[in-house]
């Protein structure tokens, strides 16, 4: 059966890989902006989403995408820091991604961060391809601008090409060593069984056409019944970010995956000690092609539909968490929305012991998959939250009987400077990491050394 374009869900595209691996040029490259150039040390610091019609998909892709093919609406691309884990992206029942590119650096290959991205697609079966990214550094490269690859590949000297398949097998090889058939992306049959790999440059733009029909092709082919989903019943979504905006006070960035959330419509949003119920002030909405994270100059709508990063602005929003539950009430009754929330929180609340280590992470699914690494590494815990390390933490560490449970254990988190003198003093060790297992083994190198 077909059915109407607008009636169909945008899909949700999360961008993962390696930190300065491309991320950000890559969707600079496609929305036809220099978000990258202007990020502070060109790192990115926050996770951001950037809604992108069909009509630039097509246009980008050239003619490998007819939009008469398409009924999808465009995709919602959601640009994470490869610095930080992508776990915020959680939703109810698992990734809030309906497909990923993993973006991989064809000189640096596989590194930390590409593997964390891997182990987390896999346990939440999203389905994904790789941007094997800066294919233009490949020496004696002869740069095509914007040519799908396999033309400018033909167009390379032979030296080049066997460069650029040596570099590329190697990530082939990679991926199948994480258990992944892959291959390059034209000679895969069934995307849903191998993983394509897509060699591209951001900076040049070859290859683009061919990841962006890539995805279009993945989406409409495996996901159209995923999209045709009613979108204007209440909504729900995953908080981002909760951000201080002039004039609205705590806003939370979002991206609303299912239904629809209009101005005026009570919510119900995860926060710090419990749900908040709030009633939408204001929806604000980025530009189609702009990024939220950097976006002045936000629409103000009435209304809007899944998928879409959206700032919500509200009342009461301060102690909202970043990746919590957001939503929407409208004509259900709202203690059972409050519940629904509450059960979603509890779900991720963590198992704590007597006896064990403290846990401070960024956002409620980074502190979830931290809490299931010490678990696998049988490290109990006594305390684990969302927020930066605070006098209180130390405190607690502190009163630990074994000294391998004196310590915190911090992800992408902050000790806040009145923090400082008291894990200055105290006998509280901290180890701080922005890779989870790093951080678990560096934790469990320290333990190994005081029983040795
Ligand atoms: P984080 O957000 O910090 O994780 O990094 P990122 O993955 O978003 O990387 P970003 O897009 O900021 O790029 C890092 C650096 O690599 C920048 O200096 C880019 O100009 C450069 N770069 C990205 N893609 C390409 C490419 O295809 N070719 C070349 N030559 N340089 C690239
Ligand atoms: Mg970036």
Not at 57 to 81: E, H, K, N, Q, Y
Not at 110 to 115: D, H, K, L
Request: with cysteine; aromatic share 4%; net charge negative.
């Amino acid at each position: 059966p077909t059915v109407e374009p607008d009636a169909l869900r945008t899909p949700i595209v999360a961008v993962l890989g390696h930190v300065d691996h491309g991320k950000t040029t890559l969707l600079d490259t496609v929305r036809g902006s220099a978000v990258s150039e202007g990020e502070a040390g060109a790192i990115t610091q926050h996770i951001g989403a950037t809604a992108v019609p069909l009509g630039t998909v097509s246009d980008m892709a050239g003619d490998l995408v007819d939009p008469t093919d398409f009924d999808l609406p465009g995709l919602l691309f959601i640009d994470t820091p490869g610095h930080h884990s992508f776990t915020t992206l959680r939703s109810r029942g698992g990734a809030l991604a309906d497909i990923a590119v993993v973006v991989v650096d064809v000189n640096d290959g596989f590194q930390p961060q590409t593997i964390e991205a891997l182990e987390i697609l896999e346990r939440t079966g999203t389905p994904f391809v790789v941007a094997a990214n800066k294919a233009d550094t490949t020496p004696g490269w002869n740069p095509r601008d914007g040519s799908p690859i396999q033309a400018s590949y033909e167009s390379q000297s032979e030296a080049a090409r066997s460069r650029l398949d040596e570099n590329l097998y190697e990530i082939i090889g990679d991926l199948s060593d994480e258990g992944f058939s892959a291959d390059l992306y034209w000679r895969v049959q069934n995307f849903a069984k191998n993983v394509g790999v897509v060699p591209m440059s951001a900076i040049t733009s070859e290859g683009v056409p061919d990841l962006l029909a890539v995805l279009m092709g993945l989406s409409q082919r495996y996901m159209k019944e995923q999209m045709a989903v009613d979108t204007t019943g209440p909504g729900a979504g995953t908080v981002l970010e909760v951000k201080d905006e002039r004039g609205f006070g705590a806003t939370v960035d979002t991206v609303l995956y299912d239904g629809s959330v209009r101005a005026g419509d009570e919510i119900v949003v995860g926060g710090t000690d419990g749900p908040i119920v709030t009633e939408v002030r204001a929806l604000l909405q980025p530009r189609p092609n702009a990024e939220i994270r950097v976006e002045k100059r936000f629409d103000k709508v009435e209304e809007v539909r899944a998928a879409a990063g959206i700032k919500v602005a509200a009342p009461d929003l301060d102690d909202a968490m970043a990746g919590a539950p957001i939503r929407v009430v409208r004509d259900r009754d709202c203690e059972s929305v409050i519940e629904e929330v509450e059960s979603e929180l509890a779900e991720i609340q963590v198992s704590t012991e007597e006896e064990g280590v403290v846990v401070k992470a960024d956002t409620l699914g980074s502190l979830e998959a931290m809490a299931n690494a010490l678990r696998e590494a049988e490290v109990p815990i006594l305390r684990a939250e969302v927020g930066d390390i605070a006098p209180r933490d130390i405190a607690v560490a502190s009163t630990a009987n074994k000294e391998k449970h004196r310590v915190v254990l911090g992800f992408n988190v902050d000790v806040l400077s009145n923090a400082e003198p008291e894990l200055d003093e105290s006998e509280v060790r901290l180890f701080d990491d922005d890779v989870i297992y790093q951080l678990v083994d560096e934790y469990e190198a320290y333990v190994d050394e005081l029983e040795r």
